[in-house]
Structures are given as structure tokens and as C-alpha cells.
């Protein structure tokens, strides 16, 4: 109930009761009696037939809880209120016994057995449901016959209480019939001394207690609606309302303490999942490029305020180059030495420019900027370098995102690592050490996997030998030897670029492959490659070697043949081109052109 109506209704009774005083101070002492006994019989019949409704409403509440939800304390309480049902029931068999009005007496008598009807059905459904029977015991309490029993018990009560009412009302009011006469003057009195008294009250209760409740009130629903920018009014009154304002001040304080921690542990989980989600990614990724993107993609996300990018050390450990960015860092360069970042050299995490108590590193300008240079290392090997900046001159927040950054550091650089030993190992696998073609088992591999997914499409082959090789060896020696190779190789991959793929066959023989071209394209593609090798004049150590030359053969598929057979035919134009002179390019359908007509 609301404070405001509480402060109504005290007011009201107040000058009831003020009324009434004054009226029996100046009545008779018989006339007096017989009010008070009136009014006292009224209110004590009044209040047995309320308790006794009440208390059969609450028994059967808490044993309908104990029936639904079997919790003892239900139980409990149903038996508590038992004993109490006893003595009222004990306290209404005394009123009939005293002499009430014979329908007074048996309005009194039908509550009592409605009741105890009640409390056998109660009691039985108890039992039923502590054997196991719990559909029973339900039925019985919320059935028909108990819901049959209640509304008898509440219409006896409402019909012994009106009988009561008009009974003890008609008995106060010929009392108060021969108080009249003799209580006018006081009654005056004592309404005047009622309405100083009310006022004093009004001030009281609705200035010092009800106003200030109303204000509380509404300051704690702003609360509970996690409205904390509600404003405690500062109250220094040594009272209860000055302790419960007081009290008010400080569980705002607890909120909004509390609202901050859980905001700082929503974003932490936040920040957690995150580098999970990352790290998962970082693991799947398949070269440095993925894993770039994904650093690129995730970093943002999870340190929204600070700009920053991922840096990878060359293979000679000199220098860094930047692999990815986000939020577009202002105060680092995209490379730099590797000496120029004292995180580098220190082997852990570097802070510049903070407060300017620690030596920035020197890839970075001068402007003072928030940095952090954190070490990508794996196996104590350095790897690279995680680069981040706070933006707009913000520092780089509490030391837990330090902890998250070496974290990530950690992973990213052991995935780094093992991206570059896999890259190694692949490169070892399929690439020829002195001149970085790919090597015969790669070409042994690519011809079957097109053999098996693309028999169908068009693929030529190029062998090339280069010419008179062995004089180089002889004349000019091996180191000349492994030149002339590197010359060649590089130019093959030079000039066939995204067109197909250059393989070293076997000593100074080389193959290329072009998917999608047909003989009369390799063909033209061989005479390119014939042209550059003999573009340039080698030499090694003050001595000039001279030129090189190359023959080609050029065979094509499925036309003129099979993938399994396609380096057969492309040998054998190869022979052909060397028998011819050297120095040329030999088709393979030539062959079979002159060989068909040397038949015929």
C-alpha cells in the first residue's frame, strides 16, 4: 500500500477515534459500558470470522504449495496454522456457549463445520500425496468439492458477520442515543481539541514522513530500472528517513560500482572469444597471406582504439616489412631494419613514448605517440613483430591488454614459424636447389594430376637442352657451369611467366608446360625463349663465356597424343632439333608430317 494512502487512512481513523473519545468521556459510565461492550463484541465476533476465513484460505494455500512443489516448509506452516484454527474454533465454541443470538450461534456453527470439512479434505490429500499419490492429492484440492466448501465457509462468514454487524450496531446506536443530550459541549470540545491535533499530525506525517518516502521512492525505481544518473538529494537529518536517504546514497554507489564491473567483464569475455575466434583462424591458415588477412580482420575487433600492423623479419633477420595494417597507423613505416626496434633487441615487449621515460625505438617519428613493439618469437627464434599505436594520443590502455597482445604475439608468431618451415619443407620437396624451377617429381606430378582432372583440355610441352653444355663444364669449369644453368632457368621463368610452369629435368635439360596452349602457341613460345637465352653474353670471374644457345622440342595434347606420352613426343622432337643442327625448334607433328611422307 502506498505511503500517500496509509497517511489518508491514518488520518481518518485518527479523527474517528478522536470523535468517539471525547463523545465517552462525557457519557454516563453505564452509557460508556455498554458502547465499549457493544463495540468490543462487535469487533472480537468481527475479527473470529475474519481469522477464521483467513486461516482457511492460508491452509489451504500452503497445503496446495506443499501438494505442487512437495517442499517441507509448506508442510510446515500448514500444521502451524492448524494449531491456530484449533484455538479459534475452541474461542468460537466459548461465544456460543456465552449466549449469542440463535442466528448468530448457527452462522458461527455452520463456519466451524465448513471449516473442519475443509481441514479432512486438506489432511486426506496431504496423505495421498506423502504415499506417492500426487494426481489425488491434486485433484482434491483444487477439485470441486473443496472449491464448494471455501465459497460455503466465505458466505457463512459474510452472512454471520452482517448478523453480528446488526446486531452490536443497533445496540451502539441506543447507546449512543442517551449519550447525546449529555455530551453535546464536549463533544464540541473535543473537536476542536481533534482538529489542533490532526493538524500537528498533518504536518508530521505528510511533511516528515510521507514526502520524503514519495521522493525515496521514486529515486529507488529509477534504480531498479538501472537509471544511475538519478541524483540523491543530500538530507543531514539525524532521523530514520536522514538513515534510510543516507543508505539510498550508498546502494546507488553499490550499483553503479558493480554496473562498471560487469560491464568490464562483459567487454573481457568479449575480448576472450575473440582472440579464441582468432586464434582457431590463425591455426587453419594455409601461408603468411591468410594469416595476415586474419590478424587484419581480428585486431580491430578486439582493440578498437588502437591502430596497428603485423611485420614479418626477412629471411637474413635484417630487416622487417609490414604483411597487414589496420586503422591506418601514422607513426611506423611500412619497413625497416630490424635494429631500429629496440623490442627486437630486447627480446620482449617495448612501450614508447608513453611518458617518455623509456627510449623510443627508432622506426618510429617523433611525434610521442602511445606505441607498443611486441616480439613475435617461436622456439626463442625471432620471427617478426606485433606493432600497435593508441590513436588520437590515447594511451594504450590497462596492463590486461598488454597480456591479451602477448598472447596473440605468442600464437601468431609460433603460426608464422611453422608457415615458413612449411614453406621450406614444400620448397625443398618440389624445387631444384641451383636454379629454383621445380624439380622432376613435381613435373612427374603435374602431368598426372592433368592426365586424371583434365585429360580433356589442351596442354603442351617444351623440352629444352642447352647447347654444347659440356664445353662450359670443361673449358671454364663447374662454378661457370652452375652460371650458365641459373641464366637459364631464371630466364624460363622470366618469360613464361603466368603462362604455364618451368621444371628442371635433369642436368642441363628443362621442361615447361603451358596449359591451355596448343603446338602451333608452344611453338612460338619455344622461338621466344630460343631468343632471350642467346640475348645476353655470360661470363664468370673476368671470363666471358660466350653465348648460350638452346634446342626445344615442342609436343601437344590430346591432339597429337596422350598426357603419358607427351614428354615421349616432346624428347623425341627435341632429339630431332638437336640432329637438325642445334640452335632451333623441332614440332612433333613435323616429325610425323616427314615420317609420313618418307613413307609414302
Not at 125 to 133: H, K, L, M, S
Request: proline fraction near 3%; include cysteine.
Amino acid at each position: 500500500m502506498r505511503i500517500t494512502t496509509i497517511t489518508n487512512w491514518a488520518y481518518g481513523i485518527t479523527v474517528v477515534l478522536t470523535a468517539l473519545s471525547g463523545a465517552s468521556f462525557m457519557m454516563s459510565s453505564r452509557s460508556a459500558l455498554e458502547e465499549r461492550a457493544a463495540v468490543e463484541e462487535h469487533l472480537t465476533l468481527d475479527t473470529l470470522a475474519e481469522e477464521l476465513a483467513l486461516g482457511a484460505e492460508l491452509r489451504s494455500d500452503e497445503a496446495r504449495l506443499y501438494v505442487m512443489r512437495g517442499e517441507e516448509r509448506h508442510l510446515e506452516a500448514f500444521r502451524a496454522e492448524e494449531e491456530s484454527e484449533r484455538r479459534r474454533e475452541a474461542t468460537a465454541a466459548r461465544l456460543i456457549a456465552q449466549g449469542l443470538a440463535p442466528g448468530e450461534a448457527e452462522a458461527l456453527k455452520e463456519v466451524v463445520r465448513d471449516a473442519e470439512a475443509l481441514d479432512k479434505i486438506e489432511l486426506s490429500a496431504i496423505e495421498a500425496f506423502q504415499r506417492g499419490d500426487k494426481d489425488a492429492a491434486q485433484d482434491a484440492l483444487f477439485g470441486p468439492e473443496h472449491e464448494r466448501f471455501q465459497k460455503a465457509l466465505l458466505q457463512t462468514v459474510a452472512h454471520f458477520r452482517d448478523l453480528t454487524a446488526a446486531r452490536t450496531g443497533a445496540q451502539l446506536e441506543a447507546a449512543q442515543d442517551r449519550s447525546n443530550l449529555w455530551s453535546l459541549v464536549a463533544k464540541v470540545m473535543l473537536a476542536l481539541t481533534g482538529a489542533l491535533f490532526v493538524a500537528v499530525l498533518y504536518f508530521v506525517l505528510r511533511r516528515r514522513v510521507a514526502m520524503p518516502l514519495m521522493r525515496m521512492t521514486g529515486i529507488v525505481s529509477r534504480l531498479a530500472k538501472q537509471d544511475y544518473t538519478v541524483e540523491v538529494p543530500v538530507d543531514r537529518r539525524a532521523d530514520e528517513i536522514g538513515e534510510m536517504n543516507e543508505a539510498i546514497e550508498i546502494f546507488r554507489a553499490n550499483l553503479i560500482e558493480r554496473e562498471k564491473l560487469d560491464g568490464e567483464r562483459r567487454a573481457d569475455q568479449r575480448t576472450k572469444d575473440m582472440i579464441l575466434q582468432m586464434m582457431h583462424r590463425v591455426q587453419a591458415c594455409q601461408n603468411q597471406e591468410e594469416l595476415a588477412e586474419v590478424v587484419v580482420r581480428f585486431a580491430p575487433q578486439i582493440f578498437p582504439e588502437l591502430a596497428g600492423g603485423l611485420y614479418i623479419l626477412n629471411d637474413s633477420k635484417t630487416a622487417l616489412a609490414r604483411a597487414g595494417a589496420w586503422l591506418e597507423p601514422q607513426h611506423s613505416p611500412a619497413a625497416f631494419p630490424a635494429s631500429a626496434c629496440w623490442g627486437l633487441r630486447r627480446g620482449r615487449s617495448h612501450e614508447s613514448g608513453t611518458s617518455g621515460s623509456d627510449v623510443p625505438c627508432q622506426h618510429l617519428d617523433m611525434s610521442g605517440a602511445a606505441t607498443l613493439c611486441v616480439p613475435l618469437t617461436a622456439q626463442g627464434d625471432m620471427i617478426g613483430l606485433l606493432y600497435m599505436e593508441g590513436r588520437e594520443e590515447e594511451a594504450l590502455g590497462p596492463g590486461g591488454l598488454r597480456l591479451y597482445l602477448e598472447l596473440i604475439a605468442e600464437n601468431v608468431g609460433l603460426a608464422i614459424a611453422n608457415l615458413q618451415l612449411r614453406e621450406k619443407l614444400i620448397a625443398l620437396a618440389v624445387r631444384d636447389p641451383l636454379t629454383g624451377l621445380f624439380n622432376r617429381r613435381f613435373l612427374d606430378e603435374a602431368l598426372q594430376l592433368h592426365g586424371q582432372d583434365r585429360s580433356s583440355e589442351p596442354l603442351t610441352c617444351l623440352m629444352i637442352d642447352i647447347d654444347h653444355f659440356k664445353r662450359f663444364n670443361d673449358q671454364f669449369g663447374h662454378d661457370a657451369g652452375d652460371l650458365v644453368m641459373q641464366y637459364v632457368g631464371q630466364t624460363l621463368r622470366e618469360t613464361v611467366g603466368a603462362a604455364g610452369s618451368a621444371y628442371r629435368f635433369g642436368g642441363e635439360e628443362f621442361t615447361v608446360l603451358l596449359p591451355g596452349l596448343g603446338e602451333q602457341e608452344g611453338t612460338e613460345m619455344a622461338d621466344t625463349l630460343r631468343q632471350k637465352i642467346a640475348s645476353a653474353t655470360l661470363s664468370h670471374s673476368g671470363q666471358v663465356l660466350g653465348t648460350v644457345s638452346a634446342s626445344i622440342g615442342v609436343a601437344a595434347s590430346p591432339l597429337d597424343g596422350s598426357v603419358a606420352t607427351l614428354i615421349t613426343r616432346a624428347d623425341a622432337a627435341l632429339l630431332e632439333a638437336k640432329a637438325a643442327g642445334r640452335d632451333r625448334t623441332m614440332a612433333a607433328s613435323q616429325i610425323k608430317k616427314a615420317a609420313a611422307r618418307k613413307s609414302s
